[in-house]
């Protein structure tokens, strides 16, 4: 099975611009992300892809040559053509992808290694990093809830059945589905299969709030 790690990285943000180049609690979250992608262990090959010259120069500070892909500028502009986005990846031999968001500081490289281990093991046919959450969750107006339907049921939130979300932190799919369908996986039993993990691994950076918040808890972390 050949696995290969995959980050692409844009500076084309529309909620906020640049936001991998903007300091980051001494650094920045390419940077940190081109060093994690550098420090893992166990894969065929990883790659770090991008347009923008500041990231290629960044990336070459601590990447071999081979492990820098040059994206074409349409690719950074798309959020909905999958083929576009990941095309520079087809002619790779591999088997497993996984794709590495570059906006979760704090997701650990062995988190990555652990999930990697258990899709070798247990050949799932896709894999995503989740968080598990107990509460109470409802479609929408409290008319349609999606667990603990009943009211005499509603005791508290320990005793709910769990939700998961999609953390978006790293999402694994294989190469012949993936371009064959222009899809993921199929939304079936394990696949994906949902890899389970910590809260502060999951802290994503979309806006402006949510990089004060991560680059808040990481100071906080490396004190």
Same mark, same amino acid.
């Given at each position: ?5 995959? #980050? ?22 390419? !940077? ?19 347009? +923008? ?12 040559? +081979?492990?820098?892909? *040059? ?17 520079? #990846? ?19 490289? !062995? ?13 799932? $046919? ?56 222009? *899809? #993921? ?6 696949? $994906? ?10 802290? +994503? #950076? +979309? ?17």
């Amino acid at each position: 099975m050949k696995v290969i790690a995959l #980050v692409n990285a844009r500076l084309a943000s529309s909620r906020l611009p640049n936001k991998l180049l903007k300091p980051f609690a001494n650094t920045s979250l390419a !940077e940190i992300s081109i060093k994690r992608l550098k420090n893992l262990k166990n894969f065929n090959k990883k790659y770090f892809a991008a347009y +923008d010259e500041p990231l290629l120069h960044l990336a070459k500070k601590y990447l071999d040559d +081979d492990s820098i892909l *040059t994206r074409s500028k349409e690719s950074t502009q798309s959020n909905n053509n999958i083929l576009l986005e990941f095309g520079h #990846v087809k002619d790779i031999d591999f088997d497993y992808c996984v794709w590495i968001n570059s906006c979760h500081a704090h997701l650990k490289a !062995e988190t990555i290694e652990n999930a990697v281990y258990l899709l070798r093991n247990k050949s799932y $046919p896709s894999m995503t990093s989740a968080i598990k959450h107990y509460s109470w969750f409802y479609e929408n107006n409290g008319s349609n809830p999606i667990n603990m339907k009943y009211p005499n049921e509603q005791k508290n939130t320990q005793q709910s059945k769990p939700i998961f979300e999609v953390a978006h932190a790293f999402h694994i799919w294989r190469k012949e589905h993936f371009f064959n369908t222009l *899809t #993921v996986w199929n939304n079936k039993h394990n696949d $994906p299969y949902l890899f389970e993990i910590d809260k502060i691994e999951a802290l +994503d #950076v +979309d806006d402006e709030k949510d990089f004060i918040i991560s680059e808040s808890v990481y100071k906080n972390i490396q004190e």
